[in-house]
């Protein structure tokens, strides 16, 4: 089970249904939780927003 406590919230992150979403392009944001034994977090996963302004920044 996917404890959400693991994951750091963004601005516009939503939380609905034990899962992660932005509120802006919908997308989930969550990822598998990774145990690293020592530590365990839930990796962020790139939505729309994040992708495009990943390119945007490329592009400077
Ligand atoms: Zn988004």
Do not use: A, Q, W
């Amino acid at each position: 089970m996917t404890s959400l406590k693991d994951f750091v919230l963004r601005e516009n992150d939503v939380e609905r249904n034990c899962h992660i979403y932005c509120k802006v392009c919908g997308k989930r944001v969550d990822g598998e939780l990774l145990d690293l034994g020592f530590t365990k977090f839930i990796p962020r996963i790139k939505c729309e927003c994040e992708i495009k302004r990943d390119k945007e920044n490329e592009e400077r």
